[in-house]
Structure formats: structure tokens, C-alpha cells
């Protein structure tokens, strides 16, 4: 069975968001390890699991999970 990988571009078509933002958070060190690597040296590409990236898009902060501040005021 392949096991299919999530490049960087498939990351940011997943959950909606622009190539840029999503290769700022991998070279800001926000996004998770790779799952897999593919490749040596400049030619290295690397891959995410799809249930990785969910949850680590379920878990970080900012991801639309935490109250808004109308929200807190209204508590």
C-alpha cells in the first residue's frame, strides 16, 4: 500500500491558506517535523501525513478554536 505525504503546497491547498504563510511557519520552526524526507542535500523534499497537519491544525493556537475577545468580555 503508498502511503501519501503532504508537501508544502498541499499543506496550504488543505487548509486554506497561501504557499507563503505555510513555508514561513516551516522556516519559523511553527510548523511539526516532516514525516518523511525524500532526497538528500538541496534536493531533499519533504512530506507531512494528512492526519499530522489535521492535528496539528486542530492544536495550535490561533486556529480558530479559542474565544474570540467579544466572546471573553460577554462571560
Partial sequence: MTTHYLTINGIAERLNLSFHTVRSYRDQGRLLE?????GEGRAV???WLPET???WQADRPGSGRWKKRGDLLSD
Fill in 34 to 38: 516532516p514525516d518523511a524526507a525524500l
Fill in 45 to 47: 523534499r519533504y512530506g
Fill in 53 to 55: 497537519i489535521d492535528q
